[in-house]
């Protein structure tokens, strides 16, 4: 991989967020009460856009879309399970069906992707988010997979219309992508590695784990293509399917339910007539104690136990 | 009351008997709208609206300048469809096809309709989305825009609402002003059996309101009280909680708990408005 050190997403994100508030005057950021050391770079330098609402999404909500309603762009921030499911509400109806009839520029940032908060558990644990952000209509969702890209996604979220939610992973990553590297977020999906043995199609952290898998297959002489799908609404199809047509047996990697709507749903739709092998969490709460390595073996969701389920769908 | 004063209500109290048979007409036509929440609201609008406390312009729905205002009780929002065709924003005869295929009135307002700025009657979200306009007015320095939310009663039981009263007594938003049509009466039954919502002004004033409460139905205190909130120089914001009858004007919906959901037939209709052929 690499030796550059492992940074934490939203580090990067805000960073590119600070960098277009710097260039211009009608960002405001809102935050429930959730910060990091970025962010107080950002409520230092522009104080008089930034606002911190409290430990109440359900405001954050309300708040930033009065002010995209004043033609400012907002970026709300707050734990990804809470921005997603505490204020749902708000945010279809405010967000949502607003953005149907009036222009907005409203970015969610919800930090915590998947089990990210490990030891918190369940409440902070973002399992479902992907699913029901996905069942709204204009709202984008993305989904990076290192801080690197995260740096990028902020400027194209700052400069996109609409709705969007960006579900970002609490923990320090290494890096997938180069410094800074820029990626086509309308097209949504990245080839990481070309193979034709099998596709592990993944997001957000399970990339990591996809491409853990990928190396251990490579060493059994399988060759495996790694997918790093980042915007799990506004995929392109077509281009997808294309890039997967000759790489083998599909399966999908999410840190989230399956057969929940989320990404393997995604891909279902993308590449109908194509079986798929979803793999992910069942839909259950579970109150194991442990790292989110640890965690994911509970659910077989480690790279050997997912490299041995590869095995039994690899074609070569 | 001097001369001007008493010629000047004269007027609006025409003013408010029509627009309480517009609404009652407007019911007649689509069923499905909420006849009691909105007569509560008629007086209020009527003081609101042609007293000149609103700054519009219907050509320029989106001119700067205009006050923004919120009718988070979506339901009750019926009465607003013949104020805004009366202002110019529609034609009067869209009236006629309210709640028909190809209308942009419904049983509850949505921003398809030109005059309406926001999603409504998905009950606590105008104040928090008002607060928020709030501070991007702030923010733009315009400072002459107002921004008046409309809120129920039973709409106060959603905590989203005392989220939004927080933010906006901490940040005195004096640009934000709140008007609770205070009606008595949710769904099920009159609000102080379900969860009492008094001292209301006093709860306000703890989170930092200046507030003021008026007969909701009295055209002369709420002129006055719209003056004093509206031409003054504010400190922070103000919530104007006006006591009001749902169902205003409509004997069977007065005293009736489940006047909400009451349906009021043809019958009914034209005896109120004296139609009848004896």
Not at chain 1, 153 to 171: I, P, Q
Not at chain 1, 244 to 267: H, M, N, S, W, Y
Not at chain 2, 40 to 66: F, H, Q
Not at chain 2, 249 to 277: F, N, Q, Y
Request: proline content about 4%.
């Amino acid at each position: 991989m690499t030796d550059r050190p492992a940074k934490r997403m939203r580090d990067m994100f805000l960073q590119g967020v600070l960098e277009e508030m710097n260039a211009a005057t009608d960002i405001f950021f809102v935050t429930a009460d959730f910060g990091s050391p970025v962010l107080d770079n950002i409520r230092e330098q522009h104080p008089d856009r930034f606002l911190n609402v409290g430990i109440a999404e359900q405001n954050l909500i309300n708040i930033s879309t009065g002010l995209a309603l004043e033609g400012f762009r907002v970026f709300a921030y707050a734990i990804a399970p809470f921005i997603t499911m505490r204020c749902l509400e708000q945010t279809r109806t405010n967000l949502c069906v607003l953005a149907s009839v009036k222009p907005l520029s409203v970015c969610l940032v919800g930090v915590g992707a998947g089990m990210s908060y490990d030891v918190s558990g369940p409440t902070h644990q973002a399992l479902e988010d992907i699913s029901i952000m996905r069942s709204l209509p204009n709202m984008a969702v993305f989904s990076p997979a290192d801080a690197e890209c995260s740096h990028d996604l902020a400027k194209h979220v700052s400069r996109r219309k609409g709705a969007s939610y960006v579900r970002l992973d609490g923990k320090a990553l290494p890096p997938i992508y180069q410094a800074n590297e820029r990626l086509d977020w309308n097209k949504g999906f990245n080839v990481l590695r070309k193979g034709t043995s099998a596709s592990l199609v993944s997001t957000g952290y399970m990339t990591h784990k996809a491409m853990e898998t990928a190396d251990i297959l490579t060493k059994k002489n399988k060759r495996i293509s790694v997918v790093d799908v980042y915007s799990l609404n506004h995929l392109n199809a077509v281009a997808f399917a294309d890039c997967i047509k000759d790489a083998g047996p599909v399966i999908t990697l999410e840190e989230g339910f399956t057969g929940r709507g989320g990404l393997d749903c995604l891909i279902m739709n993308a590449i109908k007539g194509r079986t798929i092998t979803a793999l992910g969490l069942l839909p259950e709460y579970r109150f194991d104690i442990g790292n989110r390595d640890d965690l994911l073996k509970l659910h077989g969701l480690d790279a050997n136990t997912i490299a041995e389920k590869v095995l039994q769908t690899a074609v070569h | 009351m001097n001369k001007s004063k008493s010629v000047m209500c004269g007027k609006l109290t025409v003013k408010a008997r029509w627009l309480w048979e517009q609404t009652i007409r407007l019911h007649g036509r689509a069923p499905e709208t909420r006849l009691a929440s909105s007569l509560s609201l008629v007086e209020i609008l009527t003081a609101l609206y042609y007293n000149g406390y609103v700054k519009s312009k219907p050509a320029e729905l989106n001119w700067e300048g205009r006050d923004r205002v919120i009718i988070s009780k979506g339901h009750g929002a019926i009465t607003l469809y013949a104020i805004l065709a009366d202002l110019g924003y529609y034609p009067m005869n869209e009236l006629e096809r309210v709640g028909q295929q190809g209308s942009f009135l419904g049983g509850i307002p949505d921003p398809i309709i030109p005059g309406f700025e926001t999603v409504n009657g998905s009950l606590g979200h105008g104040l928090g989305v008002g607060c928020g306009m709030a501070c991007g007015l702030r923010q733009k320095d315009n400072t002459s825009t107002s921004v008046v939310v409309i809120v129920g009663d039973g709409e106060l039981h959603e905590g989203a609402n005392w989220e939004a009263a927080m933010f906006a007594g901490h940040h005195r938003l004096n640009n934000v002003v709140c008007i609770v049509d205070f009606n008595k009466k949710a769904m099920l039954d009159n609000t102080d059996k379900i969860i009492g919502l008094e001292p209301l002004d006093a709860k306000f004033s703890a989170f930092g309101w200046d507030t003021f409460r008026v007969d909701g139905h009295n055209l002369a205190a709420l002129t006055d009280c719209f003056e004093r909130v509206f031409k003054y120089p504010r400190k922070g914001p103000v919530a104007i909680i006006a006591d009001t009858i749902k169902g205003r004007g409509v004997p069977v919906m007065e005293s009736d708990p489940l006047c909400h959901v009451r349906t009021l037939s043809k019958k009914e209709i034209a005896e109120l408005l004296g139609e009848t052929r004896d």
